[in-house]
């Protein structure tokens, strides 16, 4: 059996954030997400700053799809590495920033979550932890103070996402522009969630 070398680290860390508005029959959400990766070899983190677009929900699933799109994002960096080399033997570590508390705590089973939309989406974040698990990823989820830096990044970026707030804008921080969500999910669970939140078809 192959061991993993354990004097290679790679560790990644994801801040998220939801937001949300109310504007007649369209609450737009936007989620942000804001990655680093760090290796133990390497001298400077790779850093991703994502701002997404999404139709109708609320913050709470705002939340819980910020989330996904950092679980999801993580599942394809890591199938990009195997593609160029299947035997990845590095010890590898994520964590999952959000400043929700009761997203964190339904995640981490302190809390149910009594909505069916949000239990259908805590069962999608379980889910893609198990994928991970699989391909020997430790995930770890917590939260952390919205007035910390990173995490203020993070609502900043769920801003730019959210098309209610037209005045704040991209810059060139910000990888691939405003990205629609139906880009940042995998087919078969976005196709899960549009049907199970009643997206239209287009989120444009």
Excluded at 38 to 63: Q, V
Excluded at 95 to 111: A, K, V
């Amino acid at each position: 059996m192959t061991e993993l070398n354990t004097d290679i680290q790679t560790y990644y860390d994801y801040y998220c954030d939801g937001s949300c508005h109310h504007v007649s029959k369209d609450n737009w959400m936007g989620i942000g997400v804001y990655m680093f990766e760090m290796n133990t070899i390497m001298p400077l983190p790779t850093k991703r700053r994502m701002a997404i677009s999404a139709p109708r929900g609320d913050h709470n699933i705002a939340e819980y799809l910020a989330i996904l799109c950092a679980l999801t994002d993580l599942y394809i960096i890591e199938g990009s590495k195997r593609s160029s080399d299947p035997y990845v033997l590095e010890q590898r570590t994520a964590t999952i920033h959000s400043d929700s508390q009761l997203i964190i705590r339904q995640i981490t089973g302190e809390y149910k979550a009594k909505k069916q939309a949000m239990q259908f989406l805590l069962k999608e974040v379980k889910s893609m932890v198990l994928v991970l698990n699989n391909l020997g990823i430790d995930v770890e989820f917590t939260w952390v103070s919205r007035e910390i830096k990173n995490q203020k990044v993070a609502d900043w970026l769920s801003k730019v996402g959210n098309k209610y707030f037209k005045h704040i804008l991209p810059d060139d921080t910000i990888n691939h522009g405003i990205t629609e969500i139906e880009e940042m999910l995998l087919p078969n669970m976005y196709r899960s969630i549009r049907k199970k939140l009643h997206w239209p078809h287009e989120t444009n």
